[in-house]
């Protein structure tokens, strides 16, 4: 993999040799490229001809006025003055022209404004707006904003059915398209705004990558939806109003009245489910600004956000701090922290991993685990609560919760933040949380004394897998595995009733490979849920849950069956315990001998994608425990 290479030093003035120079490799390059290199050396020396080497100084002198530098008289324009500055460059300031850049301009530093936006779903269908107002606070700061647009894919839209394959690898095309549009154009900064669950790890993948000063405005939480009855809804209220419906638990009326009315406008799903855990844990580690991940999406104050995030970027700018400096150790200890004790999504223990990976940061779920024993679950939020981001807004919004935390010494303040200022620095002023404690709970009276997601291990899943155990439903659970090759025939042997109390619902071929992209399991437990079966039930599988799931659920099941895992090997009627206290997953009455007769006799299907995207994916992505990164 390239790294983008870190811009000349800022007292140097601009030449060919710092022009020409490439991302270092971490990898020898191929022999072509090494002597097109060495040519290339060779050309910028003059080859020996004093005549030629004073034609290339010429050419890439500078072509117009004084670049804008920080107090210390540093240019800030690092990167794009590449393209901006030298004669010989020409054709490309032509076409910066004809974009409707003036001379001034030219000699601003770019910002690449990077947005998720797309009609097709609440959590980003704003987002052009957004980046409409970020591009407005970029310009007054005296610098140039570009925008520049990447994809989505929405997992409530596509829940359930094949389009989820498509959702994990969303995430890695993200931070691709991210990392080839600020590579490709020499921008001097970036700003991300995203709206849905992958969105936001696919920024901060991306920012690490290229480490440039960058920061993250995320699109907002979606407000409480309200049905006809005046019950407070969300996305997984419309849901688990099919499992209540085929329960017989509401009539069809109920039930249309419900998704009718569970998503009323812009934003992303309402509880901790995958986006705002994701928001939540970014603006902790130091990536966005205070208060980004529980502003509403259609608040004053995230509009208010978006213009300021233009003088933020350019104090990043002058002071040169970019994501490296600030994705610490000790920052992802700090939002692994702040999952724990709001109860986020397990998609959180994947996505941190990867951002980490890109960072150079080890982690592994065994800090997951680690943090989990030593903190304790805090947050009534749905799904497992009552109430949803909206509310944390009006209690004092994140940065209240993160001084909760501090002051009783659970996370760190040292950790530098995109406002050049520490965690703590940015939480000085801050008000306490107003609510008396009915949402974040005091840590003498917890939910839970520990964190809700479990990291087990047992025979079978030998390489870790993650559960989201939040108390309610009990800590161990022992019953007879009910064993489904894919997420339609469980949703089938629901409809028939094949599941009733005690079972442990096996749900396979799900994992990066098998599924492929591990796709979510939402439908599923929110069926059982609505169903009346949540307490009776455990559901194991190599896919993922959706962080609106709640339950007795273990995803995350490595190695997955694709690749022969032991859960490949479950047979119905097998006895199964999970023990979230000893933290293992066990088959009850079946010998090493057995699984060993039973791995000689499997084969491995075919993959399901044989060629394009999801093909690429199967090939290149890493299992579950390793962030199912794809660049490794």
């Known amino acids: 993999m390239f790294r983008l290479r870190p811009a000349p030093p800022a007292s140097a003035a601009l030449s060919p040799k710092h022009l020409h120079q490439r991302p270092t490799p971490r990898t020898d390059r191929s022999p072509q490229l090494k002597d097109r290199k060495m040519l290339s050396k060779t050309m910028r020396s003059g080859a020996g001809s004093p005549v030629r080497k ?16 920080a107090s210390d008289g540093v240019r800030i324009n690092r990167y794009s ?15 910066l022209y004809a974009t409707g850049m003036t001379e001034e301009d030219m000699d601003k530093p770019q910002v690449g404004i990077a947005s998720m936006w797309w009609e097709g779903n609440p959590c980003n269908m704003h987002l052009l707006d957004l980046a409409g107002e970020v591009k407005k606070g970029v310009n007054a700061a ?33 931070a691709d398209s991210i990392e080839t549009v600020m590579g490709g154009q020499w921008y001097d900064a970036n700003i991300c705004i995203p709206g849905c669950d992958k969105n936001m790890p696919g920024c901060v993948i991306a920012m690490a990558r290229v480490n440039r000063p960058s920061l993250m405005v995320y699109g907002g939480t979606i407000r409480a939806g309200c049905s006809s009855k005046g019950e407070t809804l969300d996305v997984v209220s419309a849901f688990q109003a099919y499992g209540e419906y085929i329960a017989g638990r509401i009539t069809e009326e109920e039930r249309h009245d419900i998704i009718r009315h569970a998503c009323p406008g812009a934003g992303a799903c309402g509880g901790m489910y995958t986006a705002n855990t994701m928001a939540t844990a970014i603006e902790t580690l130091g990536l966005s600004l205070p208060f980004s991940s529980s502003y509403p999406a259609d608040s004053p104050e995230k509009q208010g956000e978006c213009l300021q995030a233009g003088e933020a970027i350019k104090v990043l700018l002058e002071k040169d701090i970019k994501p490296l400096d600030i994705l610490s150790r000790e920052a992802f200890e700090n939002a692994i922290t702040v999952t724990m004790a709001l ?31 030593r903190v304790p679950f805090l947050a009534d939020l ?44 940015n939480l000085e002023k801050v008000a306490d949380l107003s609510d008396n404690h009915e949402i974040i709970h005091p840590v003498d009276r917890p939910l839970k004394s520990s964190g809700h997601l479990r990291i087990l291990r047992g025979d079978l899943a030998p390489e870790g897998s993650v559960a989201k155990i939040t108390g309610k439903e009990g800590l161990v659970f022992t019953g007879t595995a009910k064993v489904y090759d894919c997420e339609e025939d469980m949703m089938a042997g629901l409809e028939n009733g094949e599941i009733t109390k005690g079972s442990v619902v096996i749900i396979r071929y799900e994992g990066p490979k098998g599924g492929p992209g591990m796709p979510e399991m939402l439908a599923p437990t929110s069926a059982i849920m609505g169903a009346g079966l949540g307490k009776d039930v455990a559901m194991l599988t190599d896919g993922r849950f959706s962080g609106g799931s709640h339950g007795f659920i273990i995803g995350h099941i490595t190695p997955e069956a694709q690749v022969g895992g032991p859960i490949a090997l479950v047979k119905n009627g097998d ?39 999801l093909y690429k994916f199967i090939k290149n992505v890493k299992s579950a425990s390793e962030g199912c990164v794809t660049d490794e």
């Open 54 to 69: 004073t034609l290339l100084q010429r050419a890439f002198a500078t072509s117009g006025g004084d670049s804008p530098k």
């Open 81 to 95: 003055a590449t393209v901006t500055q030298p004669k010989a460059r020409g054709a490309s300031q032509a076409m």
């Open 142 to 174: 005296g610098l140039v904003g570009l925008r520049f647009n990447t994809i989505g894919v929405s997992d409530g839209i596509s829940m359930g059915t094949d389009g989820m394959s498509y959702s994990l690898q969303s995430r890695d095309l993200i």
């Open 575 to 613: 006895k199964i315990t999970v023990d979230a206290e000893k933290n293992r997953i066990d088959l009850v009455d079946v010998s090493a001998e057995e699984l060993a007769e039973r791995k000689k006799e499997w084969v491995a299907p075919p993959l399901k994608a044989t060629r394009g995207t």
């Open 382 to 425: 749905k799904p497992s609560g009552k109430f949803v981001m909206e509310d944390i807004h009006r209690v004092g919004g994140t940065p209240a919760v993160l001084k909760y935390l501090m002051n009783q010494g659970y996370i760190n303040g040292d950790c530098l933040t995109v406002t050049g200022k520490t965690l703590a620095e």
């Open 343 to 373: 109860g986020g999504s397990t998609n959180a223990v994947l996505h941190l991993i990867a951002i980490a990976r890109a960072a150079n940061i080890p982690l592994s779920i065994n800090d997951f685990e680690n943090i989990s024993e």
